[in-house]
């Protein structure tokens, strides 16, 4: 009996020994079909980053927007003109043509968060229009059905031109 488990053992050992040699000569032989890179450098990342700006008489909006697999990202700015304007991060997702963020923003030294939807259309975003109630310390929608999308027209632009209106001050 202690032979037979002794043998059960040795060929398990024997046939795992080989199986690991063979991974490891696998993984260490490059394949023609990878690409390994030369340097450290990061591999760049999935995420598509567009950037919208809107205008209407001396008050502007300026957006950037990651789209990572459909978990949205970004920036937000209000730039009014006197009056109090905000700056902060959104995150969300996409439901059909809509955008559904969450606005989390810095106005009049506090820290707020806000619900705020778009709707894309011919390549532009509308913002949507509704009463606001207050859930917690977050402003959402008062009544999703009564969304208008007949807000500030955001229009795509140029990424790298918006980067330096969206950090000035």
């Known amino acids: 009996m202690k032979n037979l488990i002794l043998s059960v053992f040795t060929v398990l050992f024997a046939i795992s020994c080989e199986k690991k040699s063979t991974e490891t000569q696998l993984a260490t032989t490059p394949s023609d079909s ?24 001396k008050d502007s909006i300026f957006m950037t927007l990651d789209d990572n697999l459909g978990t949205f990202t970004g920036k937000l700015r209000y730039k009014n003109f006197e ?11 996409q439901n059909g043509d809509t955008l559904k963020l969450n606005y989390t923003f810095q106005s009049e030294g506090m820290t707020s968060e806000r619900e705020i939807f778009y709707l894309k259309k011919d390549g532009n975003l509308i913002e949507g229009i509704g009463d606001h109630k207050t859930t917690g310390n977050k402003e959402v929608y008062a009544n999703y059905s009564k969304i208008r999308y007949e807000g500030q027209v955001l229009k795509q632009e140029d990424c790298n031109v918006l980067d330096k209106k969206i950090k000035e001050k």
């Open 34 to 57: 990878v690409t390994v890179p030369e340097t450290n450098e990061p591999v760049q990342s999935s995420t598509l980053q567009t950037c919208f700006m809107g205008n209407t008489e």
């Open 83 to 93: 009056k109090d304007s905000s700056f902060g991060d959104i995150v969300g997702n």
